[in-house]
Nanobody
Framework: VQLQASGGGFMQAGGSLQLSCAAS????????VGWYRQALGKEREMVAS????????IYGDSVKGRFTISRNNARNTVYLQMNNLQPEDTAVYYC???????????????WGQGTQVTVAQ
């Protein structure tokens, strides 16, 4: 499985960005896909995940109500719509996928490359 992330960038506080993650290879092995982020000097944290089986979504507490994860099965692509961005959202965002869950970094089977999101006050 290969994960290709795109869509990061620079944004003013209150703005929006959308990240995309396209999966290729043995995509049938993926049952959960989503995003982690890691800010400078902090641990990697789960931002959002979506089940490929029942589309159940899980969000990190810090992004609930602002970020929305969605999936296009036909394109094997997952999206993260980030609204009302704040400076504390500044981080490298990583696409992640797993065979059961990605709720913990140890359960992530595949990582994409990171994409930088920077939010200025």
């Amino acid at each position: 499985v290969q994960l290709q992330a795109s869509g990061g960038g620079f944004m003013q506080a209150g703005g929006s960005l959308q990240l995309s993650c396209a999966a290729s290879g043995s995509v049938s092995r993926i049952n959960a896909v989503g995003w982690y982020r890691q800010a400078l000097g902090k641990e990697r944290e789960m931002v959002a995940s979506i089940s490929t089986v029942d589309h159940r979504r899980i969000y990190g507490d810090s992004v609930k109500g602002r970020f929305t994860i969605s999936r296009n099965n036909a394109r094997n692509t997952v999206y993260l719509q980030m609204n009302n961005l704040q400076p504390e959202d500044t981080a490298v965002y990583y696409c992640a996928a797993g065979q059961r869950t990605i709720a913990h970094p140890d359960r992530v089977a595949w990582w994409g490359q990171g994409t930088q999101v920077t939010v200025a006050q």
